[in-house]
């Protein structure tokens, strides 16, 4: 199975500020690579695909980019209702995996 | 407006087996695949496997081989699945998604279904 490992696994940053996540691949994944913001007690929420393709209907302020084994995902001015935890999920092949999660929290 | 309603909260004990249903509407049932994901408390989401409505095609992670079955209802545009052989650690909210296309991307999500395992 593909292993997704992201950096950090939180972190703690103040409105406005620019935020960036990591994701590794165990191998080349190609740019078959997802990013997902969760909020408790919500189903999650497709923020971008295929590693750097903005959702329909999601803000400008989140963007991704990455290929191979490397991705990351951007937010360029955190706002309030950004708090939540991002995961990452590869879809290079079955079984489908999700890293761990990055929680991002108000300092 | 795609969208995915799943049935209600369930309860079952040690052993028993449990059957999920997600219905799909706005879109094309048979052409998009329905997955089964689940989360456990405080953890990370999991895919359990997925059914392509249109040629009944399934495909499982192989941690859940031997006791999740997927199925459909191309009528009723609803997909199913079935978790046998219960344990504690099955408890966890469960969840139905969609994909399409290259990139396969989950979306949209059921609303989810808790998920109580006990003795």
């Given at each position: 199975?593909i292993?997704l490992t ?14 960036s996540i990591t994701c590794r691949a165990s191998q080349s994944i190609n740019i078959y690579l997802n990013w ?12 971008i695909y295929a590693a750097s393709s903005l ?8 963007s991704g980019g990455g290929s191979g084994t490397d991705f990351s995902l951007t ?13 990452c999920q590869q879809s290079y092949s ?5 890293g ?8 | ?101 290259g990139a396969q991307s ?14």
């Open positions: 199975d292993q992201p950096s950090p696994s939180s972190l703690s940053a103040s409105i406005g500020d620019r935020v997902y913001q969760q909020k408790p007690g919500k189903a999650p929420k497709l923020l959702q329909s209907g999601v803000p400008s302020r989140f937010i360029s001015s955190l706002q309030p209702e950004d708090f939540a935890t991002y995961y079955t079984p489908f995996t999700f761990p999660g990055t929680k991002v929290d108000l300092k | 407006q795609m969208q995915l309603v799943q049935s209600g909260a369930e309860v079952k004990t040690t052993g028993s087996s449990v059957k999920l249903s997600c219905k799909g509407a706005g879109y094309s049932f048979a052409y998009r695949s329905l997955h089964w994901l689940r989360q456990a408390p405080g953890q990370a989401l999991e895919w359990m496997g997925s059914i392509t409505p249109f040629n009944n095609n399934t495909d499982y992670a192989q941690k859940f081989q031997d006791r999740v079955t997927i199925t459909r209802d191309r009528a009723m545009s609803t997909a199913y699945m079935e978790l046998s052989s219960l344990r504690f650690e099955d408890t966890a909210m469960y969840y139905c998604s969609t994909t399409t296309g989950f979306d949209p999500w059921g609303q989810g279904t808790p998920v109580t395992v006990s003795s």
